[in-house]
Nanobody, 126 residues
Framework: QVQLVESGGGLVQAGGSLRLSCAASGRTFTFSNYAVGWFRQAPGKEREFVAAISWNDINTYYAESVKGRFTISRDNAKNTVYLQMNSLKPEETAVYSC?????????????????WGQGTQVTVSS
C-alpha cells in the first residue's frame, strides 16, 4: 500500500501563488518507480487532470489551462512531488489531490492511478 498526503493548500488572492506537496509513504514501495499526477475537483464538477510527472522525471504533462503557469516536479529522495501554481485564478478554486501510478506512466487518464490522497483545499479569491 502507498499513502499519499497533500499539503500546501490555502487561501490566496487572484494572481497569487501556492506550492502544493504530495508526500508518499508505505511499507514496501519504491517511490521513484511511480508516476504521480495532480487532479482537482471543484464543487459540483467532475475531477479534472492538472499535471503529471513520469517515474523518471523525464516526461511531464499539463492540462492546457495551466500550461505556462503550473510546474510539477519531484524529489525522490524525499518521496515528494510538488506542484508550483502561479497566477492563480478564482475558477481554479478546488480540492487538489495527488495520485500515484505504479506503472510509472502517469498522464491524464484517471484510471491509470491506483493510489489517491485525501486532497488539499485551494481557494482563490477575486
Amino acid at each position: 500500500q502507498v499513502q499519499l498526503v497533500e499539503s500546501g493548500g490555502g487561501l490566496v488572492q487572484a494572481g497569487g501563488s501556492l506550492r502544493l506537496s504530495c508526500a508518499a509513504s508505505g511499507r514496501t514501495f519504491t517511490f521513484s518507480n511511480y508516476a504521480v499526477g495532480w487532479f482537482r475537483q471543484a464543487p459540483g464538477k467532475e475531477r479534472e487532470f492538472v499535471a503529471a510527472i513520469s517515474w523518471n522525471d523525464i516526461n511531464t504533462y499539463y492540462a492546457e489551462s495551466v500550461k505556462g503557469r503550473f510546474t510539477i516536479s519531484r524529489d525522490n529522495a524525499k518521496n515528494t512531488v510538488y506542484l508550483q501554481m502561479n497566477s492563480l485564478k478564482p475558477e481554479e478554486t478546488a480540492v487538489y489531490s495527488c495520485a500515484a501510478d505504479p506503472q510509472g506512466v502517469g498522464g491524464s487518464r484517471l484510471s491509470r492511478y491506483r493510489f489517491w490522497g485525501q486532497g488539499t483545499q485551494v481557494t482563490v479569491s477575486s
